[in-house]
């Protein structure tokens, strides 16, 4: 591996520490496989360099007059990706069921910025910087998966394999496998006369508990025409794909006990189940066997058919030299070169080949798979494509933006149907969609025509995280706002079947973390306290003597709220607040839990400062201040203020919640 220039001038100003995680990440790093220049160091400091806050822009919302109280669980995030998804982790961790994203596909062309420049197609370390630009974003996302859930990836050709594999990576062991999504009908343009690539791919990883929902099936072949009191059958095949050499236990004869009549097995397709006749003494069998099969009426011989019995062997070797034996289609069943051919002599042979009953009722799967070839608009109907998912080009995908903002204000948007159909089979009624690549809003866009067609279900949530992409030379630049924002604000108000829709529009703010108990808002640490704890967004509500209510439950009373200036007036609104569970978060926890014990009374009190910087740093960030060196009590600065927080002991009280104490 070769070290950039800057890293190894730095290496003389690194701390004891840093040498050590450096060596350390040197000597265990897989050496096998995807490797690319990184630092560990600098993926430590850029995790826990600032504290990432939420701030609600009402103007640049949607539909928030409609949920003031209850808030909208749809999220437009505008920062660099790598904040929004610090700020999730922090408040959705394990709660997104399905990611989808369409990251930059690192073509040289321009096509993403990195470090506030273009990274072009002659950078030194392009891929270098590409994979790990991707590497910190998919770590994060990682977290926020449900133990259900999915992430689905687009990527072009050229870059599909060290994608791959930096996705083995991050998700070992959870790769399901890759859809080709045809982009174009073909080109010249760019291939010098060799290949037209046509399609991209997506990849997909999900954990254990995830399926997709495949289509319906046909049932079109199962009938009952002997009324049988199992239910509709059809019948299938009795054979399985291994040869008599691979899987000598499964080639025996089959016998019809009530005909007396003998069937030699396929040598090249041998006998699907086992027989009770050659289990060894103690064998026993995990799955049911021929003979039981038998039994239950479910093997089907054949009712008329020719039926020959050798009187010799060399009226059996006649037979097989003149073709004149049982096959399987074209393939004789009987050969010259197959074991114990004697056992065939003097027996009854059948040319017919039984079948299977198999019961509608005994499947275990309703639904066909998904076919992992998505079929283009354009060649529907010249094949069957009923387990496959139908989709428009990219061109139809940048036409659909360009009729909703009458220009073509984004180069490369993915088409509705694709994205819509992916989600389709990917999520249910009720799930959250994350897309940290949101560029113009498909993704969005595609979740709310789903909740239309499933109208009467819960609503698919989305969360959709953009970038500005604003340059030196477009200061002004806002993709997230005027672009992903404004597409879904004309979706909505372009369907009376969207209208009850809404979103919030959060611009996020960053912090150190020192500064966070000091600086931080209350608008802020409303917010993200309400993303939190309910995974919605809504404007501050009134403040009842600086009481503002997170949650309430309306079935047992149970009441959270935030306190972020603690004075004497909100210490007695408090105490007045109806219910008879209380969770406060306030900057002065210790206070609020002496007030309540000198009355009599219970409460759970729970340090503002520690609620805000939970789910955001890294480990050595948290072991760092966990220390105790940098355990430290501070003053009070005065009622009023209330940007304080009081001593990190007090915060760690049989009061505080396990999840917050797990939090620095």
């Known amino acids: 591996m070769s070290i950039p220039d800057d890293l190894l001038k730095s290496l003389e100003h690194l701390s004891a520490p840093q040498l050590r995680r450096l060596l350390t990440e040197h000597l265990t790093k897989q050496k096998l496989g995807l490797y690319w220049e990184s630092s560990a160091i600098a993926r430590d400091a850029a995790l826990n360099a600032d504290i990432v806050l939420p701030r609600l822009v009402p103007d640049f919302s949607h539909g928030l007059d409609q949920v003031e ?15 929004s998804l610090r700020l999730l982790k922090s408040t959705h961790a394990g709660k997104i069921r399905v990611i989808y994203i369409d990251p930059p596909y690192n073509t040289g062309n321009k096509d993403w910025v990195y470090n506030d420049r273009y990274v072009g197609a002659n950078d030194r370390w392009r891929h270098s910087q590409w994979l790990e630009f991707l590497y910190r974003r998919l770590l994060l996302a990682r977290d926020l998966l449900t133990p259900d859930g999915v992430i689905m990836v687009s990527i072009n050709d050229e870059n599909r394999a060290r994608l791959e594999l930096l996705m083995d990576e991050v998700f070992p062991g959870r790769r399901l496998g890759t859809i080709a ?7 010249n343009a760019d291939q010098q006369c060799f290949l037209s690539v046509d399609h991209e791919h997506v990849l997909v990883y999900g954990n254990p508990g995830f399926s997709f929902s495949g289509f319906e099936k046909s049932y079109d072949m199962y009938g009952n025409a002997d009324s049988d009191p199992r239910g509709d059958w059809r019948t299938s095949d009795l054979t399985l794909g291994f040869s008599f050499r691979e899987r000598p236990n499964l080639y025996y004869p089959l016998v019809d006990e009530a005909t007396g009549i003998y069937y030699p097995p396929n040598p090249d397709r041998i006998w699907v ?12 069998l995990q799955a049911k066997s021929m003979d039981e099969f038998i039994r239950l009426g479910q093997i089907l011989f054949p009712k008329e058919q020719r039926v020959v019995t050798w009187a010799s062997m060399e009226d059996l070797l006649a037979a097989i030299d003149a073709g004149d034996v049982p096959k399987s289609g074209k393939s004789p069943i009987l050969r010259r070169d197959l074991p114990d051919l004697e056992q065939w002599v003097g027996k009854p042979i059948g040319f017919g080949r039984p079948q299977f009953k198999r019961y509608k009722a005994d499947l275990r799967n309703q639904t066909q798979p998904l076919s ?46 694709l994205i819509q159909g992916l989600l389709a089979q990917a ?23 789903l909740n239309a067609l499933d109208a009467g279900k819960p609503p698919r949530k989305f969360i959709l995280c953009s970038s500005t992409e604003a340059t ?49 808002s209350c608008a802020q640490a409303f917010q993200l306290l309400t993303l939190r704890l309910g995974q919605v967004a809504r404007p ?29 007036a909100t210490l007695d609104a408090l105490v007045a607040l109806p219910g008879r569970q209380l969770r406060v978060y306030s900057t002065r926890p210790a206070t609020v839990r002496e007030h309540f014990l000198a009355l009599g009374r219970e409460v759970e009190s729970l340090s503002l400062a520690r609620a805000l910087l939970h789910g955001q740093q890294g480990v050595r960030a948290r072991r760092s201040v966990s220390a105790p060196a940098q355990v430290a009590t501070y003053s009070i600065a005065g009622n009023e203020s209330g940007t304080c927080a009081e001593g990190q002991n007090g915060t760690q009280k049989s009061s505080t919640t396990p999840s917050e104490n797990a939090a620095s």
């Open 540 to 568: 501050v509500p009134a403040t009842d003597r600086g009481v503002k209510v997170l949650v309430q439950n309306t079935g047992d009373g149970a009441l959270t709220v935030l306190c972020h200036k603690l004075s004497r």
């Open 181 to 187: 999504w045809r982009t174009r009908q073909g080109s």
């Open 427 to 449: 999520s249910r009624p009720g799930d959250t969609v994350l897309d940290f690549f949101a560029g113009s809003g498909t993704t969005g866009h595609a979740v709310l025509s």
């Open 69 to 83: 109280g209850s808030g909208t669980p749809n999220l437009i995030i505008e920062g660099d990706n790598f904040d």
């Open 273 to 284: 189940y086992a027989s009770e006749a050659r289990l060894k003494t103690g064998q026993t």
């Open 472 to 520: 030196p030379k477009e200061l002004k630049k806002n993709l997230c706002r005027d672009v992903c924002a404004a597409r879904i604000r004309k979706v909505i108000e372009s369907d009376a079947a969207l209208a009850g829709n809404s979103f919030a529009y959060l611009q996020l703010d960053k912090l150190p973390p020192g500064d966070v108990p000091f600086d931080s």
């Open 372 to 417: 992992s070839w998505i079929v283009p608009t354009f060649e529907e109907g010249t094949y069957e494509a009923n387990n496959s998912l139908v989709s428009a080009t990219n061109q139809e995908g940048a036409k659909q933006v360009a009729e909703i903002f009458g220009h073509r204000a984004f180069n490369y948007a993915k088409p509705i149907s």
